[in-house]
T-cell receptor
Framework: RKEVEQDPGPFNVPEGATVAFNCTYS??????FFWYRQDCRKEPKLLMS???SGNEDGRFTAQLNRASQYISLLIRDSKLSDSATYLC?????????FGQGTRLTINP | DGGITQSPKYLFRKEGQNVTLSCEQN?????MYWYRQDPGQGLRLIYY???????QKGDIAEGYSVSREKKESFPLTVTSAQKNPTAFYLC?????????????FGPGTRLTVT
């Protein structure tokens, strides 16, 4: 079993739609959790950290369920510029473990 | 501007040759990391260094070597022993034990070996 698993997609959705990504992790001792965004042929960039209480940043909402070892990302009112690969990332003692990424394409 | 630089952006080598990828940071971060990314895959950790003159193997260290003689620099050598060296190589840095913990990535080097 992979340490961090994501639905690889791809997801193709129309502009304005709501899209949800899911991720599971296997190490119950993992300390912190993130979503990174990676544009085509570019480096990953931190989108947001994920907290148990849930956190929101504009159109983006991230949620963590430690009991189920499950992380989610919700994008509302999607824009063309949201097209990218979204990487679920888990911090295990300052070593980041990356999911394979979910590719998202927003269509006009 | 503070950041991480990797050079070159694209690198082409013949099979059997060693090649060294550069990574420099001016963020004053103690920790530095090397990852490899293959198409459609997440990043996999090759080597990391938490402090100058010290480094540890990551998950896929075979066929690679590193040095950390200066805080700012963490070069990666891809040796001829690496069986599938063609990949996208990313360098990152961080402040150990920072809260929230974050790694900052360089722009990457795309290595093609033929």
């Amino acid at each position: 079993r992979k340490e961090v698993e994501q639905d690889p997609g791809p997801f193709n959705v129309p502009e304005g739609a709501t899209v949800a990504f899911n991720c599971t992790y296997s190490n119950s001792a993992s300390q912190s959790f993130f979503w990174y965004r990676q544009d085509c042929r570019k480096e990953p960039k931190l989108l947001m950290s994920v907290y148990s209480s849930g956190n929101e940043d504009g159109r983006f909402t991230a949620q963590l369920n430690r009991a189920s070892q499950y992380i989610s990302l919700l994008i509302r009112d999607s824009k063309l510029s949201d097209s990218a690969t979204y990487l679920c990332v888990v911090n295990n003692q300052q070593k980041l473990v990356f999911g394979q990424g979910t590719r998202l394409t927003i269509n006009p | 501007d503070g950041g991480i630089t990797q050079s070159p952006k694209y690198l082409f080598r013949k099979e059997g040759q060693n090649v060294t990828l550069s990574c420099e940071q001016n963020l004053n971060h103690d920790a530095m990391y090397w990852y490899r990314q293959d198409p459609g895959q997440g990043l996999r950790l090759i080597y990391y260094s938490q402090i100058v003159n010290d480094f540890q193997k990551g998950d896929i260290a075979e066929g690679y070597s590193v040095s950390r003689e200066k805080k700012e620099s963490f070069p990666l050598t891809v040796t001829s022993a690496q069986k599938n060296p063609t990949a996208f190589y990313l360098c990152a840095s961080s402040i150990p034990a920072s809260n929230p913990y974050e790694q900052y990535f360089g722009p990457g080097t795309r290595l093609t070996v033929t």
